[in-house]
């Protein structure tokens, strides 16, 4: 069965800083791993996506994740934080094939610090 | 613009009642999903549609019931059985053709007990 571990529900950054946020997945096949964005009492925005193409993924708003086979995981980073990214991510995973169910992790809600 | 839908965006239901939350697409999609969202639990699947007149149980289903009639349309019925009714409820589509695809999101639905 496939599983998503996001390693801390809050993380907390200065304004300029780093953005990390980790993300851990069990699958029994190659996955496909996405993250997400969520604004408070909005709908998931897609951030971007792993489809094998390349391991590192570039996507909006200046974020990017690497995907590591060997250490199962799909951190996602930013060099400078703004503001703006203050909100809600979830990384997520689904199987190659059938109805593309994906499976969400517990989510971490990103702090920027002034 | 091409989009997901949800109605009404706030919902209250009584002792007993049932309510139908509803999810409009107009992206062509083939797929689509009702997620349930709580606090610290990210999102859990409770019905998904491949197809029009045909859906499968997620994770969470009891409780819910579902109807495809329209490739554009994936109403949910929250029963009086779902004792625990007050969560964010997220519906979602993707397409199931041209290799991995993710899945968009509507804005949501927030319910709620009187």
């Known amino acids: 069965a496939q599983s998503v571990t996001q390693l801390g529900s809050h993380v907390s950054v200065s304004e300029g800083a780093l953005v990390l946020l980790r993300c851990n997945y069990s699958?029994?096949?190659?996955?496909?791993l996405f993250w997400y964005v969520q604004y408070p009492n909005q709908g998931l925005q897609l951030l971007l996506k792993?489809?094998?193409?390349?391991?590192l993924v570039k996507g909006i708003n200046g974020f990017e994740a690497e995907f590591k086979k060997s250490e199962t995981s799909f951190h996602l980073t930013k060099p400078s934080a703004h503001m703006s990214d203050a909100a809600e991510y979830f990384c997520a995973v689904s199987l190659i094939q059938g109805a593309q169910k994906l499976v969400f992790g517990q989510g971490t809600r990103l702090t920027i610090n002034p | 613009d091409g989009g997901i839908t949800q109605s009404p965006k706030y919902l209250f239901r009584k002792e007993g009642q049932n309510v139908t939350l509803s999810c409009e697409q107009n992206l062509n999609h083939d797929a689509m999903y009702w997620y349930r969202q709580d606090p610290g639990q990210g999102l859990r699947l409770i019905y998904y549609?491949?197809?029009?007149?045909?859906?499968q149980k997620g994770d969470i289903a009891e409780g819910y019931s579902v109807s495809r009639e329209k490739k554009e349309s994936f109403p949910l019925t929250v029963t009086s059985a779902q004792k625990n009714p007050t969560a964010f409820y997220l519906c979602?589509?993707?397409?199931?053709?041209?290799?991995?695809?993710?899945?968009?999101f509507g804005d949501g639905t927030r319910l709620s007990i009187l």
């Open positions: 549609s491949q197809i029009v007149n045909d859906f």
């Open positions: 792993y489809t094998s193409a390349a391991t």
């Open positions: 699958s029994s096949v190659p996955p496909y």
């Open positions: 979602a589509s993707t397409s199931l053709h041209g290799g991995p695809q993710p899945q968009h």
